[in-house]
């Protein structure tokens, strides 16, 4: 099955340094990127949409100018959180989805743990 | 707006069956994702439905009823290994943008 890979699994940072999150889908061109944050025991929340080429989509309430997103290649999506506080710690996660082929399942990265101290 | 609502634990023995119901209100919707999640560790794909009816995969069954806003994912000859959290997630459009419930925790014992 497709592979999404994430980089770093885990990063401890300092209270207003910045962080980045790669996202990168091995063995298929990942037209579509989302990315999610997850707090403990608590689901899933979509963050943005990201499309190749273009810029993300971002949901209600988040931030665009602290979690900026670039996603330049088929293959790659990054997550840069800017002037990261301890409340931004969470785990971060991406999904990959290729429409061209039609497919409709996304794959999900392994997550990175932020904790910023 | 969107709302998703699933129950919070269910607790089954070795070899049964569990059904998790989920519930759904979304402003848009092209089918239902069903992913199981393990502590500290991504989601995998279970199922999906985008028509009505039962899909059936091995050992786990994924049923959607798109008038009522209500699916279910049906697991049979439960393994220890099936605890986990299993995730109710609509996709809200045809980008694939997906709303996930909170999740159901199934605990499975001996």
């Known amino acids: 099955g497709a592979v999404v890979s994430q980089h770093p699994s885990w990063v401890i940072c300092k209270s207003g340094t910045s962080v980045k999150i790669e996202c990168r889908s091995l063995?298929?061109?990942?037209?579509?990127m989302f990315w999610y944050r997850q707090f403990p025991k608590q689901s899933l929340m979509l963050m943005a949409t990201?499309?190749?080429?273009?810029?993300?989509?971002?949901e209600q309430g988040v931030e665009k100018d602290k979690f900026l997103i670039n996603h330049a290649s088929l293959t790659l999506s990054t997550l840069t959180v800017t002037s990261a506080h301890p409340e931004d710690s969470s785990f971060y996660i991406c999904?990959?989805?290729?429409?061209?082929?039609?497919?409709?399942?996304?794959?999900f990265g392994p997550g990175t743990r932020l904790t910023v101290t | 707006g969107q709302n998703i609502d699933q129950p919070t634990e269910m607790t089954a023995t070795e070899g049964a069956i569990v059904q998790i119901n989920c519930t759904y209100q979304?402003?848009?919707?092209?089918?239902l994702f069903w992913y199981q999640q393990h502590a500290g560790e991504a989601p995998t794909f279970l199922s999906y439905?985008?028509?009505?009816g039962l899909e059936e995969k091995g050992r786990f069954s994924s049923f959607l009823s798109r008038s009522k806003g209500y699916s279910y994912l049906l697991l049979k000859e439960l393994q220890m290994k099936d605890s986990a959290s299993y995730l109710c997630?609509?996709?809200?459009?045809?980008?694939?943008?997906?709303?996930f419930g909170a999740g159901t925790q199934v605990v499975v014992t001996p």
């Open positions: 999904s990959a989805r290729d429409i061209r082929q039609g497919a409709v399942e996304q794959y």
């Open positions: 063995d298929f061109q990942a037209t579509t």
């Open positions: 990201s499309n190749e080429g273009s810029k993300a989509t971002y």
């Open positions: 979304t402003s848009g919707f092209n089918g």
């Open positions: 439905n985008v028509l009505d």
């Open positions: 997630a609509p996709a809200a459009d045809s980008w694939g943008k997906l709303q």
